[in-house]
């Protein structure tokens, strides 16, 4: 392949001018060359590049140069170049031999990588890389950081940190697992990486004395990170199923006896209530409304329920909600937990798409029990293996908190919170957290207690949100340029859908200012922030969010001190997303400072 001019022109738009030039459609030319259409799409906007091969084809259609650079060759992970498992063996082996690095002002540290930043992707390396340096260079002692190091394999002289114990990666692993310890009970879209929130935690110099803060709870990633490092922990979640999955999470209790010993009694109890309903219908056939009629069930008819469970997998749903109601604390929220955790495989949902979808014939032969109590196993396994490899510094499950409702509602005492790590929804439509968990809702609204259609106008981000209002994004537009710039330039177009967006990005603009005023109210001064934000599209446009919320922020008293730019992948850092490439273009790590 040869190199182009400085001056050519990106790759991109050369790609968009031959389709233009030769009358391709996108799904012709994706056609011929055997990708998909949404696959030139994201090569199109530049948020992928295509491989070597498809550098090719596009060259024997009369393309021109394409250049390596040009291609994803850059972001293949190293040994998975490798033609044979037995040479990505021997060479992740080599990689080891030759992966300490020095590290500290005096070089006096030297330490191992983990085999994910050591056998990574070239352009991830200086992520991973500034991720390291960071906490090499925050405010820990010695003594405390070497065990709670984030992807480091081993500190010379001190073994290995506490999360590679726990997370185990393979030699040969070319991504971080997110899924370490409690953190992989609950699939959750919104989740950001674990090794990130931990490296924060060290920057910052986190510590028991410390009280960290995250408003924007989700499923609970900082508060388990916390938990793990005995780092006091207090947030805020409005979707009552997130808030209940972060208690379970980051709250367990510090042996496991309690939960094994309550999966016997589960099974036997499953086990009496099936055998005791089907004695009362006098038949082994029934039907949805048999089972929801049924003492006990507490589980109330949505639409489509048949579409959604069969007969038999509404039963085993049932008799587990019944079983978890008669519980109190933490063990009804882990059986409830563990049974949300498996509704991909008892519903009829699609499990390779992010929103809950379902189709005409819901799943069959689906054991209820089995899989509920599979996973409760495995969670106290998990538990002991946090337990384990946490001796030293894991927390009481007494020092998370989690609140239920609106940060837009909530209180906190001036100057109380230390540091905060949090992730907010980016905006209308980035991310649909009420439809991809709406079966658990729906199925345990028993003890979740609401509709959760009924905040949803408070929800920050809520692509349900409908704004009337001609004055979303006044507040915003007075204190951010880039705010104002951007919705200028983005005028009222006669597409309502779009201008309805339009709107609701303001709202979101709005409330991001209010977020900024209240941290800037509740963090000490020279307590810092990270606040990690995406740049998500409005129609054609990139709306330029990281840029917006620095300025807002900074208007209220939290100074900017640093941005990190990536595209973060939660449990593979090489994997390629359709929709979150199409709505979500690149995320920033945006650090304040309290002034």
């Known amino acids: 392949m040869e190199i182009p001019d400085n001056d050519a022109i990106p790759f991109n738009q050369r790609l968009l001018n031959f389709r233009d030039a030769h009358g391709f459609s996108r799904e012709a030319l994706a056609t011929e060359l055997g990708v998909t259409s949404i696959t030139l799409y994201r090569w199109e906007t530049g948020s992928t590049r295509p491989s070597p091969l498809a550098a090719e084809k596009l060259i024997s259609l009369g393309f021109g140069t394409v250049t390596v650079e040009e291609t994803n060759h850059s972001a293949v992970p190293r040994l998975k170049r490798l033609d044979s498992s037995s040479s990505r063996a021997a060479t992740a082996a080599d990689f080891r031999e030759a992966g300490y690095i020095s590290a500290g002002k005096k070089n006096d540290l030297r330490l ?58 393979k030699a040969t692993a070319v991504s971080w697992n997110s899924n370490y310890g409690t953190h992989g009970w609950h699939r959750y879209v919104g989740r950001f990486p674990a090794h990130v929130v931990r490296a924060l935690l ?92 049924r003492s006990g069930n507490k589980i109330p008819s949505f639409t489509n329920i048949e579409r959604w469970f069969t007969p038999e997998a509404l039963l085993g749903t049932s008799i587990t909600v019944e079983f978890a109601l008669r519980e109190k604390g933490f063990l009804r929220e882990a059986l409830l937990t563990a049974l949300s955790s498996k509704m991909r495989s008892i519903g009829n949902v699609d499990v390779d798409v992010v929103r809950a979808e379902y189709s005409k014939t819901p799943r069959l032969n689906v054991d209820v029990r089995n899989l509920v109590t599979r996973q409760l196993n495995k969670m106290s396994g998990d538990i002991l ?27 906190f005492e001036k100057g109380s919170i230390s540091h905060v790590i949090t992730s907010p929804p980016y905006g209308v439509e980035a991310l649909s957290y009420l439809r991809t968990h709406l079966l658990s809702y729906r199925s345990l609204v028993s003890h979740l207690g609401h509709d959760p259609y009924d905040t949803r106008a408070k929800t920050i981000g809520s692509e349900y949100l409908t704004v009337t209002d001609e004055s979303a994004g006044n507040e915003s537009r007075k204190h951010s340029p880039s705010c104002n710039s951007f919705f200028d330039r983005t005028t009222e ?40 934000i995406g740049n998500k599209r409005l129609g054609d446009e990139i709306i330029p969010m990281d840029k917006i919320v620095t300025e807002l922020f900074a208007n209220c008293g939290l100074k900017p001190t640093d941005s990190i730019r990536h595209k973060l992948k939660t449990n593979n850092s090489n994997s390629q997303v359709p929709w979150q490439e199409r709505v979500i273009q690149e995320e920033s790590i945006l650090l304040f400072k309290r002034a």
């Open 493 to 532: 177009c006669a597409d309502k859908k779009y201008e309805q967006r339009r709107m609701a990005m303001m709202q979101f603009c709005d409330d991001m200012w209010s977020v900024g005023n209240r941290l800037a109210k509740w963090v000490k001064p020279g307590g810092q922030i990270a606040f990690i």
């Open 112 to 169: 191992l990588p983990a085999p994910f930043v050591r056998n990574g992707p070239p352009d991830q390396s200086a992520f991973h890389k500034r991720l390291i340096d960071m906490q090499i260079s925050g405010n820990l002692p010695a003594i405390l950081r070497n065990r709670r190091l984030s992807m480091v394999e081993a500190v010379d002289g001190a073994g290995s940190p506490d999360q590679h114990k726990l997370e185990k990666p």
């Open 202 to 293: 060290n920057y910052f110099g986190a510590d028991s004395r410390s009280l960290v803060c995250d408003p924007f709870v989700g499923s609970g990633t900082t508060a388990v990170e916390c938990r793990l490092l005995g780092i006091p922990f207090i947030g805020v979640e409005i979707c009552p199923l997130s808030a209940m999955i972060t208690r379970t999470k980051a709250a367990f209790p510090n042996d496991i006896s309690l939960l094994k010993s309550i999966t016997p009694v589960f099974s036997t109890f499953y086990q009496q209530q099936w055998d005791l309903f089907q004695t009362n219908l006098k038949s082994l056939s029934f039907t949805h409304n048999d089972v929801l009629q």
């Open 385 to 411: 293996s946090c337990i384990n490899s946490h001796s030293e510094t894991i927390g009481s499950p007494d020092d998370i908190t989690v609140h239920e409702g609106s940060i837009l509602d909530s209180e």
